[in-house]
């Protein structure tokens, strides 16, 4: 299988990364619980920085600080410089939690972030164009590609090594071998 393309013309990737959501307040010291989409170990160390990315229309992003950190079941705890309290902190409630896309390591051969996945266009090798990638799904027994059409139609494909033929995340093309009968039995329609 091949996996990644070296030719400059394709797709632009997003500058930033989401590494992370910011749920709710913790306590009055102005700790913030968060959910983590990073594996990077030291991501949240303090001293690190990220973008905080508020959720309310016309906001723009805050390069924030981390103080502080540490982990709980289902994510961490965490501080920020300058929001010392717990008023301070409520005020990023919501906010996606970004760094920007040179901070985070390559992937490595055979294997892609779900930030390059996205808005791939899928084509198997007797079907043709399947659609393109709007959803990365993991359902506990691995990852699914939620494809759309430009019918509104959804199919949802195992993103497995045995259906994988290339992936060239560049050119933002997914070929897929998959076995008969997949795309009638997994496809919706609107």
């Known amino acids: 299988m091949t996996s990644r393309s070296n030719a400059d013309e394709g797709r632009t990737l997003p500058a930033r990364v989401v590494v ?3 749920r709710k307040a ?3 010291a102005g ?3 968060i959910e983590i989409d990073s594996d990077v170990a030291d991501r949240f160390a303090p001293g690190s920085f990220l973008w905080a990315v508020r959720s309310a229309a016309g906001s723009r992003p ?3 600080c981390l103080a502080s950190c540490r982990a709980i079941r289902g994510g961490a705890l965490i501080g920020f410089e300058g929001y010392d309290d717990r008023d301070a902190a409520d005020t990023l409630r919501g ?3 970004e760094v920007d896309r040179d901070q985070v390591p390559p992937a490595g051969d055979d294997a892609w972030y779900w930030f390059e996945l996205m808005g791939c266009r899928c084509f198997d090798r007797q079907r043709g164009a399947l659609g393109t ?3 990365v799904i993991e359902d506990g027994g691995g990852l699914l590609l939620d494809l759309a059409d430009a019918a509104d139609r959804r199919l949802l494909v195992p993103f497995v090594r045995a259906f994988l033929v290339s992936v060239d995340v560049k050119a933002g093309r997914i070929d897929l071998r998959l076995p008969d009968g997949l795309v009638e039995t997994c496809t919706s329609t609107p």
Request: charged share 30%.
């Open 20 to 22: 992370g959501r910011v």
């Open 26 to 28: 913790h306590g009055l």
């Open 31 to 33: 700790e913030l619980a």
């Open 62 to 64: 805050e390069r924030v």
């Open 95 to 97: 906010a996606v939690l």
């Open 133 to 135: 990638v709007v959803d």
